[in-house]
């Protein structure tokens, strides 16, 4: 089945300590989405890729980065993990922008 | 003005009934709506999207899209306890690759 697969499924973190978080998909999509979501709180998107291109958010802190080396793969990188940054990290991809779908999240625990 | 809005709840329906779950939206230009259902510690998954003003069915849901009033809602029908969970209305936003989310609206059906 196709799917969006996130890797590891559960994160624990010292602070300070880099982590980075990886999104996998077999939909052949496009675009790929990264997203925090905090207990009670709506999804809130940090980065997409359009392809190649990267569109940051505006208030995104420069703490996160993303990478996507190819088609099927994006990696979200923590550089200094602070205990503000404890979420769930949700992956989306959708062809053109459209219909989002996303992976199962990867739950960030910060020590 | 928050662009997308929902009754955050929680909206408590007994089983059996129709759950009514509405949400506005402030940008006249939005062509495409969608509907996520989320379970507690899960991530959100895709249930419904509309286009067009009207109605669209699939199964027990319905949604409906009223451009002139801003306006879309899902019902589902038939309720059922394992329809407990917080939905999410996401609006496209028109000319980019990316969605508005509404806070949700926590559903709670009592047996």
């Known amino acids: 089945d196709a799917m969006v697969i996130q890797n590891p499924r559960y994160q624990v973190t010292q602070f300070g300590k880099p982590v980075t978080l990886s999104c996998s998909q077999t939909?052949?999509?496009?675009?790929m989405y990264w997203y925090q979501q905090k207990s009670s709180q709506a999804p809130k998107l940090l980065f997409h890729?359009?392809?190649?291109?990267?569109?940051n958010e505006a208030d995104t802190p420069d703490n996160f980065q993303s990478r996507r080396p190819n088609t099927s793969f994006c990696f979200l990188d923590i550089r200094s993990p602070g205990l503000g940054d404890a979420a769930m990290y949700l992956c989306?991809?959708?062809?053109?922008?459209?219909?989002?779908?996303f992976g199962p999240g990867t739950r960030l625990t910060v020590t | 003005q928050k662009e997308v809005e929902q009754n955050s709840g929680p909206l408590s329906v007994p089983e059996g009934a129709i759950a009514s779950l509405n949400c506005t939206y402030s940008?006249?230009?939005?062509?495409?709506f969608f509907w996520y259902r989320q379970y507690s510690g899960k991530s959100p998954e895709l249930i419904m999207f509309i286009y067009s003003n009207g109605d669209k069915e699939d199964g027990r849901f319905t949604a409906q899209l009223n451009k002139a009033s801003q306006y879309v809602s899902l019902l589902i029908r038939d309720s059922q306890p394992s329809d407990s969970a917080t939905y999410l209305c996401?609006?496209?936003?028109?000319?980019?690759?990316?969605?508005?989310f509404g806070q949700g609206t926590r559903l709670t059906i009592n047996p």
């Open positions: 989306a991809t959708s062809r053109e922008g459209v219909e989002q779908y």
């Open positions: 890729y359009y392809d190649k291109d990267f569109n």
């Open positions: 996401a609006v496209a936003i028109q000319g980019a690759q990316k969605l508005v």
């Open positions: 939909l052949n999509h496009n675009v």
């Open positions: 940008d006249r230009g939005s062509q495409s």
